[in-house]
Nanobody
Framework: QVQLVESGGGLVQTGGSLRLSCAAS????????MGWFRQAPGKEREFVAA????????NYADSVKGRFTISRDDAKTTGYLQMNSLKPEDTALYYC?????????????????????WGQGTQVTVSS
C-alpha cells in the first residue's frame, strides 16, 4: 500500500505562485513514477505533469509547460509541483498519484487509469 498526502494549495491572484507537496509513505517511493493531475468543477480529471523514478525525465501538459515544474526528493519521499504565472484556468483540485508499473510510455503515463494510488487532493484557486 501507498499513502499520498498533498498540501500547499490555496488562493492566489493571477500571476502568483504556489508550491504543492505530495508526501508519500508505504512502499518504496523511489520506485514510483509520480504524477500530478487536476480536476475543475464539471470537468474530467486531467494530466498536469509526471516525473520518472530517478527524476531524470519529466513530462508536462501543454497548458502548463514553461510555468509549472515537477520535482521529487526521494530521500524525503516527497514530490513537488512548483506553479508559477498562475491563471484563473488553473483553478482546480490538484491530485498527486503514483504509478508502480515499470516501462510505460509517456502516452500511457498521461492516463488517469494508469495510476495505482491517489492522494485526497488540494484545492488551488486563482483569482482574476
Amino acid at each position: 500500500q501507498v499513502q499520498l498526502v498533498e498540501s500547499g494549495g490555496g488562493l492566489v491572484q493571477t500571476g502568483g505562485s504556489l508550491r504543492l507537496s505530495c508526501a508519500a509513505s508505504g512502499r518504496s517511493f523511489s520506485r514510483f513514477v509520480m504524477g500530478w493531475f487536476r480536476q475543475a468543477p464539471g470537468k474530467e480529471r486531467e494530466f498536469v505533469a509526471a516525473i520518472t523514478w530517478s527524476g531524470g525525465n519529466t513530462n508536462y501538459a501543454d497548458s502548463v509547460k514553461g510555468r509549472f515544474t515537477i520535482s521529487r526528493d526521494d530521500a524525503k519521499t516527497t514530490g513537488y509541483l512548483q506553479m508559477n504565472s498562475l491563471k484563473p484556468e488553473d483553478t482546480a483540485l490538484y491530485y498527486c498519484a503514483a504509478n508502480t508499473n515499470a516501462g510505460l510510455s509517456w502516452s500511457a503515463l498521461k492516463l488517469v487509469s494508469r495510476y495505482d494510488y491517489w492522494g485526497q487532493g488540494t484545492q488551488v484557486t486563482v483569482s482574476s
